[in-house]
């Protein structure tokens, strides 16, 4: 009999694909979250009924909807799958959906573009290797050009036959939930129809000519609060504001806001778009929103355009105050609650670990180690030992630097030698490397420059914490179980750093606070220029390095460091150490206590980094310098 150790219940089997799923989506939305975000401003600002009325800024309102959301989707989807060129045919296909509907399809680009990439990428795979030499562009550009206009066409001639069928569902199922006196079960079908951005269809062409017909012989009419009603919605962010991950998470706050006092819903759908699993919140606080309305006689006099919370307390008749304010706050609660449930059991959709393994996935090594037959062909196919582990950032200088030095310690320990550890940008991956070891946010950029299929891929998110490689150690452990290894080398001594000339006490500024993150970069670079170590274009380097990534390595540690291209403004090596004993605080809400900025000539920054990793590896160390009262304290604690 075989049996599949370690493969879990079905129910866990339903969980992952749920997860990895919901991390596809995350993955085409949440990268252009911002510009939802920006646009909900602009709407909320400048549309006739909007806080600023402008009739020529309301002109950019519509077309950045329709046209330029599912451009980028489409774009972003496509690049997650091939790269450039992959984002490129995502966004010629997505341009068929978009011309070949009259409502907004962010949609049909969430379809048209990945497939296409997928498409274009199996086509590479195909021809690879088999093109003549210099005939490499000709057969690129041709190949993307017929595939993507294929898919364009397509897009163009089945998106509109396809709306109308959903349309006609939709109006079905509205008309049998109303004649059947089964009002909660609407939600059932505008809670998934608001984050395809069918609401304005189903609310102006469906549910608001039944709801004047019964405003006029009523007075109100509850299908003007199936799509408007603001508090399941608002109760979704707030889940995901309080227990969402990343950039979602940071951004819900200022959704809330333009979605409840501005009434521009539609910057909340790229939150459910991005964890699909989230549309059961809005849709069981909906349901509740409307039994309750159906029970205390709610109802509001006409359509709330904006749907904001203040337009519908001015479209709420007298006899319906208490059953709206009720029945939008139940809403609210409910979908709240429910959203905290399904954040915490199933994940935020950004947060979800898939590691590929070669050209596999798992869910993760330990997963991947325990699974009997399975596990035994795998491991056949790759029984080859890991050999080079490249750790890599956004730039290539600094946080993976330090990642590197602690996983040479790691690997030092575990007697796991001959290993070649190297950090790198995401950008310039070796195709030679046997595991690559970055942030979740660049695992994509990283395979794309990897090419190899060969390498396997594991996300970290805290370069300076031990725990955070335990999956690589036992992936690491896995492979090279049989494999004869050398000494690692050891790291350079802190006295070789820490001589007076790269880290001394005058680079050292004590008892600092900031009022942000960039304000404590500014610092950190400027004493770098003040000892001569760097040109203060350094700083701007510094600061842009922090906007593309986070300067935060972990364990309230940050290091502030160039780009790539930085190193024309490094004159020689240096440290800077600023303590901040109240901490400045990230975006994602991580805390630095301390900034070390870092200028390394001719990559003498490696060496650096792994002498203050060494340090600042343990926590208590970090504590030590914050609490430090004197610039000697803190050179003692590099010195040890």
């Given amino acids: 009999m ?6 879990g219940s079905s129910s866990s ?13 995350s993955g085409m939305v949440m990268p252009n979250l911002g510009a939802f975000v920006g646009w909900g401003i602009m709407a909320a600002l400048f549309i006739p009924n909007g806080w600023l009325p402008n009739e020529q800024l309301n002109e950019l309102v519509g077309p950045i909807l329709n046209y330029v959301f599912p451009l980028l989707i489409g774009y972003t989807a496509g690049y997650n799958i091939h790269g450039q060129r992959g984002g490129v045919i995502g966004l ?17 680009a969430m379809i048209m573009g990945p497939l296409a990439a997928w498409v274009l990428k199996k086509f590479d795979q195909a021809i690879d290797g088999k093109i003549k030499p210099g005939f490499e562009m000709f057969v690129n550009n041709f190949s993307l050009g017929i595939i993507g206009a294929i898919f364009t066409i397509i897009a163009f001639l089945t998106v509109g036959p396809t709306i109308r069928g959903l ?10 939930a109303t004649d059947n006196r089964m009002i909660p079960a609407l939600s059932i079908f505008m809670a998934p129809a608001q984050v395809l951005f069918l609401n304005n269809v189903v609310n102006h062409g469906i549910l608001a000519p039944i709801g004047y017909a019964q405003a006029a012989e009523l007075g109100k009419s509850i299908m003007f609060l199936v799509d408007t009603n603001n508090g399941p919605l608002l109760g979704t962010l707030f889940s995901i504001a309080l227990f969402g991950k990343g950039k979602s998470k940071n951004t819900a706050p200022m959704a809330m806001f333009i979605a409840g006092i501005a009434g521009i819903g539609e910057v909340y759908f790229p939150f459910v778009l991005g964890n699909p699993i989230m549309v059961f919140a809005t849709m069981g606080g909906l349901s509740v929103s409307l039994y309750l309305q159906v029970l205390l006689g709610g109802g509001l006099i006409g359509v709330a355009s904006p749907g904001s919370l203040i337009n519908i307390a001015l479209m709420t008749p007298k006899d319906a105050i208490f059953a709206n304010f009720v029945s939008i706050l139940a809403g609210f609660i409910v979908s709240t609650l429910i959203g905290m449930f399904l954040l915490k059991t199933f994940g935020s959709g950004e947060e979800a670990k898939e590691y590929s393994v070669g050209n596999r996935k798992v869910k993760s090594v330990a997963d991947f180690a325990k699974r009997s037959a399975k596990q035994t062909s795998l491991l056949k196919e790759m029984d080859a030992a890991v050999q080079k582990i490249v750790v890599a950032c956004d730039s290539g200088m600094g946080s993976s630097a330090m990642g590197a030095s602690v996983l040479k310690n790691l690997l030092k320990k575990e007697n796991l030698a001959g290993i070649t550890v190297l950090n790198s940008s ?26 190899n299929d060969q390498i396997a891929y594991i996300p970290i998110n805290n370069f300076l914490k031990e725990s955070d490689y335990d999956e690589a150690i036992a992936f690491v452990k896995e492979r090279n179980q049989h494999a004869q290894v050398e000494k690692i080398s050891e790291a350079p001594e802190a006295a070789a750093i820490i001589d007076g000339k790269i880290l001394n006490e005058e680079n050292i500024l004590l008892n600092q606070s900031f009022a942000n993150v960039e304000e404590a970069i500014v610092v950190s670079g400027q004493i770098l220029v003040d000892k001569g170590y760097v040109t203060k274009d350094y700083i701007d380097q510094m600061i842009e390095r922090n906007q593309r990534l986070p ?7 940050a290091i502030p460091h160039g780009l790539e291209e930085s190193r024309g403004a ?5 440290v800077s150490v600023v303590q901040v004993p109240e901490g400045v605080a990230f975006p994602d809400g991580e805390i630095a206590y301390v900034f070390i900025g870092i200028a390394g000539k001719n990559n003498s920054h490696l060496e650096i980094l792994s002498v203050i990793t060494s340090s600042l590896i343990d926590e208590e160390n970090v504590q030590r310098i914050r609490r430090a009262t004197t610039a000697k304290e803190i050179m003692d604690v590099f010195a040890k």
């Fill in 167 to 176: 349309v006609a569902i939709l109006t079905a199922g509205v008309q049998w």
């Fill in 2 to 7: 075989e049996m599949n150790i370690g493969e």
């Fill in 426 to 451: 995401a950008n310039k991956i070796d195709s030679d490397a046997d595991l690559v070891i970055t942030l979740d946010s660049l695992i994509e950029r990283a395979k794309i420059s990897g090419a």
């Fill in 570 to 574: 490094i004159k020689e090596s240096g």
């Fill in 92 to 108: 010629f296909a997505s341009m068929g959906v978009v011309v070949g509907s009259d409502i907004t399809m962010i949609s049909g």
């Fill in 13 to 25: 089997g339903v969980l992952a694909k749920i997860r990895r799923f919901g991390g596809f989506m």
């Fill in 551 to 557: 300067v935060y390595v972990g364990n309230h540690v």
